[in-house]
């Protein structure tokens, strides 16, 4: 028979799921804001670049001026936090602690170094689905009914699905189903009454993770699991329909720039897919990443020359992208020259979005 509920397993381990998510998209947030900032930048030591670092005592006094923390200890802890986490390193990891002094962090999402496991993996990918239905014109977030009571931005599962196949996120009508039950596990979607599991059928569904509400920096330091939120104040709230009106719009960051980038793709990476974006290592867990190099090897397996590239009928194809970006940039890191590659893709970024891989 159908499930009364999700069950009390299910939400205790949907909550600490829910906990690890609001860690990565803090982190995340606090990464582009010092950007925006210009905080992370590359800096010289001993003669030496690191690029797209920041320096630990500038940050703390940023912290507390734009009053994310009361003092230097409270500040110091928020970030302890992300460097336990592998949120950020130490730009040559020769320090485990975060420490109020001019030595140079980097957010590991800035160098590729950023370990996945399975969980994160769902996060990000439920982020990206989630970015790219708010960015594109359709027609899947509505106001429907479902036995007699009404909910504001729902999701028909099986358009959701209709909707993942058209776009490539997945390849069979299973997959999506499937993919659709690890969202819901995760605390990123739920069925709009919490009776029932995510099904390719006509049931109702609906985002429970805003993932552009603004964090405090200091929820970091909140350890206390959820409980599933039914508050219209909550980042997770239902959007259940109100006679009041109220305002319930995402804040965002209005895309304001455009760029075209050409690149040569290999033929036979023509159909990987974006979960396996050499921007990440495959570390197993979030906190027991193995030491990296200060600044990552490339990811070319080998060196391409220009004139092979544009051989034709060669092993590569050109192709065309149209990024649009953020306040920030476009999402993907370029090393190299003659020719210049590729080096990281930020998997929820612009560029992502549009299509571009590792």
Same mark, same amino acid.
């Given at each position: 028979? *159908?499930?009364?509920?999700?069950?009390?397993?299910?939400?205790?381990?949907?909550?600490?799921?829910?906990?690890?998510? *609001?860690?990565?998209?803090?982190?995340?947030?606090?990464?582009?804001?010092?950007?925006?900032?210009?905080? &992370?930048?590359?800096?010289?030591?001993?003669?030496?670049?690191?690029?797209?670092?920041?320096? !630990?005592?500038?940050?703390?006094?940023?912290?507390?001026?734009?009053?994310?923390?009361?003092?230097?200890?409270? !500040?110091?802890?928020?970030?302890?936090?992300?460097?336990?986490?592998?949120?950020?390193?130490?730009?040559?990891?020769?320090?485990?602690?975060?420490?109020?002094?001019?030595?140079?962090?980097?957010?590991?999402?800035?160098?590729?170094?950023?370990?996945?496991?399975?969980?994160?993996?769902?996060?990000?990918?439920?982020?990206?689905?989630?970015?790219?239905?708010?960015?594109?014109?359709?027609?899947?977030?509505?106001?429907?009914?479902?036995?007699?009571?009404?909910?504001?931005?729902?999701?028909? !599962?099986?358009?959701?699905?209709?909707?993942?196949?058209?776009?490539?996120?997945?390849?069979?009508?299973?997959?999506? *189903?499937?993919?659709?039950?690890?969202?819901?596990?995760?605390?990123? &979607?739920?069925?709009?009454?919490?009776?029932?599991?995510?099904?390719?059928?006509?049931?109702?569904?609906?985002?429970?993770?805003?993932?552009?509400?603004?964090?405090?920096?200091?929820?970091?330091?909140?350890?206390?699991?959820?409980?599933?939120? *039914?508050?219209?104040?909550?980042?997770?709230?239902?959007?259940?329909?109100?006679?009041?009106?109220?305002?319930?719009?995402?804040?965002?960051?209005?895309?304001?720039?455009?760029?075209?980038?050409?690149?040569?793709?290999?033929?036979?990476?023509?159909?990987?897919?974006?979960?396996?974006?050499?921007?990440?290592?495959?570390?197993?867990?979030?906190?027991?990443?193995?030491?990296?190099?200060?600044?990552?090897?490339?990811?070319?397996?080998?060196?391409?020359?220009?004139?092979?590239?544009?051989?034709?009928?060669?092993?590569?194809?050109?192709?065309?992208?149209?990024?649009?970006?953020?306040?920030?940039?476009?999402?993907?890191?370029?090393?190299?020259?003659?020719?210049?590659?590729?080096?990281?893709?930020?998997?929820?970024?612009?560029?992502? !979005?549009?299509?571009?891989?590792?």
């Amino acid at each position: 028979r *159908e499930m009364d509920g999700i069950g009390n397993t299910m939400q205790k381990k949907a909550a600490e799921l829910e906990r690890l998510a *609001e860690v990565l998209v803090t982190g995340e947030q606090l990464r582009l804001r010092l950007h925006e900032g210009k905080v &992370i930048k590359d800096r010289r030591h001993h003669l030496r670049t690191y690029p797209n670092c920041f320096v !630990a005592k500038e940050v703390i006094d940023w912290l507390i001026e734009h009053k994310e923390a009361s003092d230097r200890d409270t !500040a110091i802890k928020i970030m302890q936090k992300l460097l336990d986490q592998s949120i950020i390193h130490h730009v040559c990891d020769e320090h485990r602690e975060f420490r109020d002094m001019k030595l140079f962090y980097r957010f590991r999402k800035d160098d590729g170094t950023f370990p996945l496991d399975s969980e994160a993996k769902v996060f990000m990918r439920g982020q990206r689905i989630y970015e790219k239905l708010m960015n594109t014109e359709n027609n899947l977030l509505q106001t429907r009914e479902e036995e007699g009571e009404t909910f504001e931005r729902t999701l028909v !599962a099986s358009e959701f699905i209709d909707w993942m196949l058209q776009e490539g996120e997945m390849a069979t009508r299973e997959e999506a *189903e499937h993919l659709g039950r690890r969202l819901l596990e995760h605390g990123i &979607i739920q069925h709009v009454s919490n009776k029932h599991h995510f099904v390719d059928g006509p049931l109702l569904y609906q985002f429970r993770m805003n993932f552009r509400r603004r964090r405090r920096l200091i929820e970091l330091l909140h350890e206390r699991s959820r409980s599933i939120p *039914e508050s219209h104040d909550s980042p997770f709230c239902l959007r259940k329909q109100n006679s009041d009106g109220g305002n319930t719009s995402f804040l965002s960051v209005s895309p304001t720039k455009e760029i075209k980038v050409v690149v040569g793709v290999r033929r036979s990476s023509m159909s990987s897919s974006c979960g396996s974006s050499g921007y990440y290592s495959s570390s197993p867990t979030l906190s027991s990443s193995p030491p990296v190099l200060c600044n990552p090897k490339s990811v070319l397996k080998r060196q391409v020359s220009p004139e092979e590239l544009q051989t034709p009928g060669g092993p590569f194809l050109k192709k065309t992208f149209t990024i649009v970006g953020d306040a920030v940039g476009w999402g993907f890191v370029v090393r190299g020259s003659k020719p210049c590659h590729i080096q990281a893709v930020d998997p929820g970024g612009p560029a992502a !979005a549009a299509g571009m891989k590792v």
